[in-house]
């Protein structure tokens, strides 16, 4: 009787063991995932990483807009500069059309900053004589003046609705032109002229550079 006894001492010994080792090991599981919970999350978005090149071509974008009083909107042409090439290429700025010349003409990187701080000069001046926001000085970089006139017939501020009814109209007058390369998955069919979503990405880079670069003049526009 006494050995038996002490068996089941030692197997309430045992038992009493395990329930204290699932207590603690259910314990820290708890605690990690409350820890995870209360870590700050990460956003993450498309294309939050400047490039080398743009970051290379900054400086003189900056030195084309001193000449001009327009240094504080350093940190838009690079933005610009990094959705329209990246900083690749011979017109990293895509100035060529704004000159009235085919995609591309522009083959000296100096000369397609020199005519997209113009082309952005132009907008700038007639965005403001519009009186419509700067977002929509923005898009003018892609779609043309044009655009300003028509964010300044419907309301005066710039969202990507406004984009996709002009970049209809544009559409309609050229279809055979303005079709996206005939690619229907393409995100912007069918306001194949220009990219609606053009502001958008601009200013998520604006954002980018001014967080990475502090030392770029302040830009003293609302957003």
Do not use: W
């Not at 329930?19 to 919970?37: E, M, Y």
């Not at 011979?90 to 005519?115: C, H, R, V, W, Y």
């Amino acid at each position: 009787m006494a050995g038996i006894s002490k068996k089941k001492k030692i197997q309430r010994n045992f038992n009493i063991v395990l329930v204290l080792f699932a207590f603690i090991f259910f314990a820290v599981i708890i605690q990690q995932f409350f820890q995870l919970q209360n870590q700050p999350k990460k956003v993450t978005s498309v294309q939050t990483i400047i490039s080398d090149d743009v970051a290379k071509y900054t400086p003189v974008l900056r030195q084309e807009l001193e000449k001009l009083n327009l240094e504080e909107y350093t940190v838009v042409l690079a933005s610009i500069m990094q959705q329209e090439s990246r900083g690749k290429g011979g017109d990293p700025m895509q100035a060529s059309e704004s000159a009235g010349l085919a995609p591309n003409t522009i083959t000296d990187p100096q000369k397609s900053i020199e005519q997209g701080v113009k082309h952005f000069q132009n907008t700038l001046l007639y965005g403001t004589k519009k009186k419509v926001d700067f977002l929509t000085i923005i898009q003018a970089y892609n779609m043309g003046i044009g655009y300003i006139d028509f964010v300044a017939q419907n309301g005066g501020k710039h969202n990507e609705e406004i984009a996709k009814k002009f970049s209809s109209i544009q559409v309609d007058k050229n279809p055979s032109l303005y079709n996206c390369g005939g690619d229907q998955s393409n995100f912007r069919y069918p306001y194949c002229y220009g990219d609606f979503s053009y502001t958008t990405k601009v200013t998520r880079n604006i954002e980018t550079l001014t967080a990475s670069n502090p030392d770029l003049p302040d830009l003293l526009v609302d957003l």
